[in-house]
Each structure stands twice: as structure tokens, then as C-alpha cells.
């Protein structure tokens, strides 16, 4: 585990299976965790509010 946090669900980030990428819009960095990802849940980028899945 680390201490980084999903921005989809806020849940610690496991080391297999999650994933880090700038924001589309701005290039802020966007965590996901593994379930998030699998089930596309919707993510809002903190510093522009750019919406993704």
C-alpha cells in the first residue's frame, strides 16, 4: 500500500493495479485504483473539474 489515494473513491492505492495520468484538460495527476478503473466510476480532476470515466 501506499499513501496515495484514489481521486474516484479516495481509497488507499494498492501497488498492482492502479494507475496515475495527467488530467486531459489541465495535467494535474489523476489516481485510480483498480476497481474504479475496472467500473469506469467517474472521476473529477480536483484542480479543474474536468470529468472523465
Do not use: W
Amino acid at each position: 500500500m501506499t499513501d496515495k489515494k484514489c481521486t474516484s473513491c479516495n481509497a488507499p492505492l494498492a501497488l498492482e493495479g492502479a494507475t496515475r495520468f495527467g488530467c486531459p484538460a489541465c495535467g494535474t495527476d489523476i489516481m485510480r485504483c483498480y476497481r474504479c478503473r475496472e467500473q469506469s466510476i467517474e472521476y473529477v480532476c480536483p484542480t479543474c473539474g474536468f470529468r472523465g470515466p
